[in-house]
Each structure stands twice: as structure tokens, then as C-alpha cells.
């Protein structure tokens, strides 16, 4: 079974649970190591870099996405007060 399997993700996601960024850099250093050592091999074509970077990468939970098109802040029409000047 390919790594990270799917034990191997619901641990990782318990131990990156508040720090997806730093789960997003591990991962990424594993593709990239992935990349280098299925580069070694005498397969006769390349490694599939989209399928490494579908099988590391795609399956980490996204925090909330801001909509295209709506800026940050503005919600239904209303928009969040400007912070307290200083």
C-alpha cells in the first residue's frame, strides 16, 4: 500500500491537527524525497509527479476558503468595522 496510507494519514492529521501548514511542509519534503529516490530506479520513464503530489498532498483538510471575488472581512453584505485606530 502506498504511503502515506490511510492509518498513516489519520495519524498525521491528529498529530498536525493545529498546525496544517507544518503538515503541508512535511509532507511536501516526503514528495520531494519520494521524487529523488523513485528517480534512482531504472524504471525507464520518470517518476508521475501529479500522481506523488495527488497521493501526498491533495488529501490534507483545507481550512475555510474565502469566496473568489468577496474580500476578507465582508460577510452578506456587511462589512467587519475598521479596527480602533491607535
Sequence with gaps: MDWPCPPARLLLAVEYR???????????????VAMEDLGRLDTGSPPNGNALYERFITWIERKR??????????DQGRVDPEPPEL
Excluded: C, H, S
Design 65 to 74: 476558503e474565502v469566496p473568489v471575488g468577496r474580500p476578507r472581512g465582508v
Design 18 to 32: 493545529r498546525n496544517l501548514a507544518g503538515l503541508a511542509v512535511y509532507l511536501g519534503q516526503q514528495l520531494a
